[in-house]
């Protein structure tokens, strides 16, 4: 993340609760890693 990211025009109007495909692909993806984190960690059973 950081750099700046290529965002389709027609992504950047709509809104956050329908989710465009590749936002929702990378929140899996965070929240994936999050909860290996938290698992790993013992954080989580």
Do not use: I, Y
């Not at 700046?4 to 709509?14: D, G, R, S, T, Y």
């Not at 809104?15 to 965070?30: G, N």
């Not at 929240?31 to 984190?37: G, S």
């Amino acid at each position: 993340m950081g750099k700046n990211e290529v965002v389709p025009e027609k992504v950047a109007w709509v809104p956050r609760h329908q989710h465009p495909p590749v936002t929702r692909a990378r929140v899996s993806a965070v929240d994936q890693m999050l909860f290996d984190v938290l698992h790993t960690s013992g954080q989580l059973p």
